[in-house]
């Protein structure tokens, strides 16, 4: 697999970062935190951003639903070092969106993910409406010229 593009690597490309503790249970037996770990972190962050945009799929009977994480480790990352997760919209369709993240521990870039979200109601998938279009596109990822 490829390795993110360099700006991918820059905190600044991202709208909104939350902290998030490693846990000493997270370490391997090689000494870093594990991988799955991190996949964890990535998704309390996730859980963050969604917030931060101000609405709750419950709140207009929608379920968001994770269609596909990929995920990039990029550096060794240690314990007791917090992960300083940040995250933009990277993507909007119709019916899903991508949410771009980074992971970095002093000041290092760690790790990548990219997630896709699927709204999904008791009819199938349903389309973004457009007030929390509105909020995504606000927080779109700040990709170089």
Not at 9 to 22: G, K, Q
Not at 119 to 125: D, F, I, K, L, N
Request: charged share 25%; aromatic share 10%; proline share 4%.
């Amino acid at each position: 697999m490829a390795k993110p593009e360099s700006w991918r690597l820059r905190p600044e490309a991202y709208r909104f970062v939350t902290s998030i503790d490693t846990r000493f249970q997270d370490i391997d037996t090689m000494g870093h935190i594990n991988n799955v770990a991190i996949s964890g972190i990535f998704e309390t962050a996730r859980i963050r951003f969604h917030h931060h945009l101000g609405r709750h799929p419950q709140e207009q009977g929608v379920r968001w639903l994770v269609a596909n994480v990929n995920l990039n480790f990029v550096e060794e990352s240690h314990f007791p070092y917090p992960f300083e997760v940040h995250c933009a919209i990277g993507h909007i369709g119709r019916t899903s969106w991508t949410i771009s993240s980074a992971g970095f521990q002093k000041g290092i870039c760690v790790a990548t993910a990219d997630t896709t979200v699927v709204t999904h109601g008791s009819e199938g998938r349903r389309t973004i409406d457009e007030s929390l279009r509105e909020a995504m596109e606000r927080n779109f990822i700040i990709r170089p010229d």
